[in-house]
């Protein structure tokens, strides 16, 4: 286990131990891997969780990914709220990334990826047909840290009709490529990044979204700070799910969510613990209505 702290939690320090996940043996495989592949690639299509699209971000990538082509997709945009995400549309634009919002789920918003990545690569495409090779592929690459959805997007992007390419000896050895159509291949084995989990916003917010095993955090006080950071940004989202009113801090509230969802031990007392798994359940699954926990610098 590697021990995480997350400083400043509302009583002192609240220990997260990261559990086999993080171990940092995998991160350094994960990495020198990506870091092999990379060099086989034309394009890096990066995933980040459109809830928290900081948080979910690694910036190592942009060192990792120095010279590819790069598109950024918003995935779970359905969990998230609908006008930050059009915020971070225009944020990340205007930074000149490409980007799109995408449920990798349904399938939503991928079909918009071919011409985008078109647009991403034409400076390539444009070199290649100068050298006169015409036709090559664009490869691509997925990436993002675990839980963002890459296997489900691989497969919603490839569907069925895909055909694997096979072993291309000398240029991809050991490499399965999935021909998406005439004009795109994608490396079949998503690139894990890590995310920069020691920073403690970084840490809570993959603790809200569940992309930390709730076993190592203690439940009531993330649970304590989520309403924090929901009161702030989203009030009616709490107390329309639970007919409730706000209570004088998290504590209080939590306990009001605990009455209302008959949360009790034996006796009187309160399961705050069962009140928090529900809640928490409630954000991840979006029960509470379409959340988004960051927004870009700058914007209210
Ligand atoms: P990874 O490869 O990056 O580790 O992530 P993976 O595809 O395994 O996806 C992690 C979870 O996120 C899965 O849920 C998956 O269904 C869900 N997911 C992926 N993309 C989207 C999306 O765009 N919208 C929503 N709402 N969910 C998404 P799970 O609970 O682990 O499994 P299940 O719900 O599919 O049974």
Known sequence: MVPCLLRGSRHGLCKIDMNYQWYPGHMTKAKRMMQENIKLIDLIIELVDARIPVSSRNPDINELGRGKSRIVLLNKSDLADEIRNQQWRNHMESEGVYVLEVNSKTGAGIKAINALVQKACAEKIERDRKRG?????????????????????INSFA???????????????????????????LLDTPGILWPKFEDRVVGMH???????????????????????????????????????????????????????????????????????????????????????????????
Do not use: H
């Open 133 to 153: 090779i015409l036709n090559r592929p664009v490869r691509a690459m997925v990436v993002g840290i675990p839980n963002v959805g890459k296997s489900t997007f």
């Open 159 to 185: 569907g069925r009709a895909c055909t694997k390419t096979g072993n291309k000896p000398g240029v991809t050895k050991g490499k399965q490529w999935i021909r998406l159509n005439s004009k795109l291949e």
């Open 206 to 300: 993959l603790a809200f979204i569940g992309s930390m095993n709730d076993e190592i955090v203690i439940i009531d006080e993330l649970a304590c700070e989520l309403l924090d950071s929901l009161r702030m940004s989203y009030p009616d989202s709490v107390t329309g799910r639970y007919g409730i009113t706000w209570g004088a801090d998290a504590p209080a509230t939590l306990e009001e969510i605990a009455r209302s969802r008959g949360c009790f031990l034996k006796g009187e007392a309160l399961d705050l613990k069962k009140a928090s798994g529900l809640l928490l359940d409630d954000f991840r699954s979006g029960r509470l209505g379409r959340i988004t926990l960051e927004r870009p610098e700058g914007l209210v």
